[in-house]
């Protein structure tokens, strides 16, 4: 989304002395000579150390179920990863998997998953690039670290929020880079849902801001940044940039992340089909073309788990307590419009059918106890993309479904109809955080059971003021964290915000609570869990 115009120990090894020992030793002795750390600094065959394939921007892990991740690094030439995993902090009784061969055609990107995990435990592992005909030749290890999903009713702690490097705020080491990251680190959750925007592939960074308080943000800067994104290559190159942060690096070393994508991994509100004819910046007019450019990019750089066709909607299992559901609502939406059709079309897909239908039969069939569907959009909420023209679901009437609205209330009549509970969404896109409770009693359509919507975000990026909800579906601002009509701020406050979602094994409890940049508590809401 554009501006308007105008806690819990841990058993075993601590995460946080993990982080200060061998991480915080392996990511130093790990760093570029200093002749090759520059701003957006993209390692190519060309720029070698020595002869060994070196990584580039940490390692990461992601999708990561009782039994399963997927971990994610990137080299600087042609090279195998290889990866090792151990129960044990030593890497002693280390397992090793010989994972792909990269080069140019994924920038230099490499996955492989691991399976056969053991379930709730904490994993360790390490990844190096070794030279396809010399084995032997291979670069230092990176480590990181994961934990498998449980099988049984154990506490579950995660963090959600959305929105990187967004209305031209980069990095600033001045004012301590991307700061969140560091805070929701310092969360210590299982893991990290980012709910979209996980780049603004159509906002170039400035060489600096000038701040309302009269200080000045100077942005760390990269050649795939000074324009708006149209070749893989840059599309790509908007991912490197977040990583050159080692706060990126060092959360996402630790915290595993589940990511999906809204509209800056493209360009703002796209939709598919749209042409770019009035905007200058483009000499590529085709969104198409653009949004497959950046779903390669996403994909590349993004740890999901790895398929014949991969699709971003999918849904990741957690144990027993805990099943997530995330969608893609740019991939098969109809055009932005009014949003007022009185019968369901082509027009006013948002999910579209295929997806609406596999997140119903998914969440029927889901034996969690609670259902957590994460939308990079949020249900209610009033976004404009013009003069009566709508980018999420909601059109601002208030009344009874319509356009868009249409398949919510399919979706919400369904969850009611087959006795479905304990599901709560979880958004971002609209740069505050908030939570909204949902009523029929309040509602102009009445078929569904409340519910609760929790929205964070931005994580580094401008944040605004509070939006209108539409009253279709009865809901109610509970809390917020910035007012309607406050002025815009951003990181260089603390007016950043992520939150965490925890599950109490033995009551069922979920508490949703929200934080600012500084990791400080600002609002929890806890919610009991409803016989199925």
């Not at 299982?190 to 100077?218: C, E, K, M």
């Not at 360009?267 to 200058?280: A, F, K, V």
Request: aromatic share 10%.
């Amino acid at each position: 989304m554009n501006p308007p115009a105008g806690s819990r120990p841990l058993t075993g090894l601590s995460r946080r002395r993990f982080g200060t020992g061998i991480l915080k030793a392996g990511l130093a002795s790990l760093a570029l000579p200093s002749a090759f750390r520059q701003p957006g600094w993209a390692a190519a065959p060309s720029v070698l150390l020595g002869n060994r394939p070196e990584i580039t921007h940490g390692v990461m892990s992601g999708d990561v179920t009782t039994d399963s991740a997927v971990i994610w690094s990137r080299t600087t030439r042609p090279a195998r990863m290889v990866v090792e995993w151990s129960l044990k902090e030593t890497f002693r009784d280390a397992r090793r998997i010989e994972g792909p061969v990269t080069g140019p055609e994924a920038d230099f990107t490499a996955k492989t998953q691991l399976k056969g995990l053991p379930a709730g435990r904490r994993v360790f592992y390490r990844v190096r690039f070794e030279d396809r005909g010399s084995p032997g030749e291979a670069g230092p290890s990176a480590s990181g670290q994961l934990l498998t999903a449980p099988r049984d009713r154990r506490n579950i702690l995660f963090a959600w929020s959305g929105d990187t490097a967004g209305q031209g705020y980069g990095i600033d080491p001045a004012f301590g880079g991307m700061r969140t990251y560091a805070s929701l680190h310092a969360a210590q959750p299982d893991f990290f849902v980012h709910s979209g925007d996980t780049i603004y592939a159509d906002g170039p960074l400035p060489a600096q801001i000038q701040l309302p308080n009269g200080g000045t943000w100077r942005n760390e800067l990269s050649p795939e940044k000074s324009k708006v994104a149209e070749t893989l290559a840059e599309f790509r190159g908007n991912h490197r940039y977040n990583l050159q942060d080692p706060q990126v690096r060092d959360c996402y070393a630790h915290v595993p992340i589940l990511a999906q994508w809204d509209d800056h991994e493209v360009r703002n509100n796209w939709y598919p089909g749209q042409t770019l004819n009035e905007d200058s910046r483009y000499t590529e007019k085709s969104v198409d073309v653009l949004a497959a450019h950046a779903r390669r990019a996403f994909l590349d750089y993004m740890p999901i788990r790895p398929s014949a066709d991969p699709i971003i909607y999918r849904s990741v299992a957690r144990g027993p307590l805990c099943d997530l559901f995330f969608l893609d609502l740019r991939s098969y939406r109809g055009p932005n419009g009014a949003n007022r059709q009185p019968t369901r079309s082509r027009e006013t897909d948002f999910m579209g059918g295929t997806q609406l239908g596999w997140l119903k039969q998914s969440m029927k069939a889901s034996r969690a106890l609670w259902k957590v569907v994460c939308t990079d959009m949020p249900l209610a909420l009033l976004v404009g993309d013009g003069v009566d023209r709508w980018e999420a679901w909601a059109n601002g009437d208030h009344g009874v479904p319509l356009g868009r609205e249409l398949e919510i209330a399919d979706l919400l009549a369904f969850l009611k109809a087959n006795s479905i509970q304990n599901v709560i969404f979880l958004t971002a896109d609209v740069h505050y955080a908030a939570s909204h409770r949902y009523d029929p009693s309040r509602a102009k359509f009445t078929e569904f059971n409340p519910f609760w919507e929790f929205v964070s975000g931005p994580l580094h990026a401008m944040s605004l003021a509070a939006g209108t909800l539409d009253r279709t579906f009865g809901p109610e601002a509970v809390w917020a964290s910035r007012p309607a009509g406050s002025a815009a701020s951003g990181p260089f406050s603390r007016e950043q915000y992520f939150g965490t979602v925890g599950i109490d094994g033995r009551s069922g409890e979920l508490t949703v609570t929200h934080f600012d940049r500084e990791g400080t508590r600002l609002n929890s809401t806890t919610l009991e869990a409803h016989a199925s």
